[in-house]
């Protein structure tokens, strides 16, 4: 079966970075769009990062552009996002999901399968 497991989180200052991974099996990520999305507690899950199948395309929310990278290694089936410059308000639990909807990848609804999630927790 399709499965994304996401790793690299946990606890950093501010002003740190960290790596998440996405890894994928049961599917080849190369035919699809990932997304990276967080969810705060209380608070909504937004979209942070899209990648297009070849890393061709990619979109940045404002409040990560310049301090966030993703991209994406096909032949490992995996896709990254570098954080850097870490702030308290990026902690969250961080998601990768896979669309093969691109046109629509501000849309969590557009995304086939979700991966379980890393903390990503940001001291000040």
């Known amino acids: 079966q399709v499965q994304l497991v996401e790793s690299g989180g946990g606890l950093v200052q501010a002003g740190g970075s960290l790596r998440l991974s996405c890894a994928a099996s049961?599917?080849?990520?190369?035919?699809?769009?990932v997304g990276w999305f967080r969810q705060a507690p209380g608070k909504e899950r937004d979209l942070v990062a899209a990648i297009n199948w070849n890393g061709g395309s990619i979109y940045y929310a404002d409040n990560v552009k310049g301090r966030f990278t993703t991209s994406r290694d096909n032949a490992k089936n995996t896709v990254y996002l570098q954080m850097n410059s870490l702030k308290p308000e990026d902690t969250a639990v961080y998601y990768c999901a896979i669309t093969r909807d691109y046109s629509n990848f501000r849309f969590d609804t557009s995304y086939y399968y979700w991966g379980q999630g890393t903390q990503v927790t940001v001291s000040s």
């Open positions: 049961g599917v080849t990520i190369s035919n699809y769009a």
